[in-house]
Nanobody, 124 residues
Framework: QVQLVESGGGLVQTGASLRLSCAAS????????MAWFRQAPGKEREVVTV????????YYADSVKGRFTVSRDNARNTVYLQMNSLKPEDTAVYYC?????????????????WGQGTQVTVSS
């Protein structure tokens, strides 16, 4: 049974930083694809970043490129999302996701495991 647990969300002001963590248990995730998605109020869930097991071809959505950085610590079974220069439009519930089936994907349907989500609210 794989569990993903996110933490690190909160309420911050525009321009602040947050670091989200996603800890995986039940399976060593070093060989699996990881991603962060987010869902803003009234909007569909969207991909934020995709981090393949190889560490190559990391994807960032245009809206976060240059501000967000994803990393993973395989020894700790944890993936991080460092978010800098936060904007009100970054307000959303952030989810980490893991896929054991595909090498690389932007699509929710390809991810087998999901965390419960962590709320990020950026005030103007």
């Amino acid at each position: 049974q794989v569990q993903l647990v996110e933490s690190g969300g909160g309420l911050v002001q525009t321009g602040a930083s947050l670091r989200l963590s996603c800890a995986a248990s039940g399976r060593t995730f070093s060989t699996y694809l990881m991603a962060w998605f987010r869902q803003a109020p009234g909007k569909e869930r969207e991909v934020v970043t995709v981090f393949p097991a190889s560490g190559r071809t990391i994807y960032y959505a245009d809206s976060v490129k240059g501000r967000f950085t994803v990393s993973r610590d395989n020894a700790r079974n944890t993936v991080y999302l460092q978010m800098n220069s936060l904007k009100p439009e970054d307000t959303a519930v952030y989810y980490c996701a893991m896929s054991s089936r595909v090498y690389y994907s932007h699509f929710e349907k390809d991810y087998d495991y999901w965390g419960q989500g962590t709320q990020v609210t950026v005030s103007s």
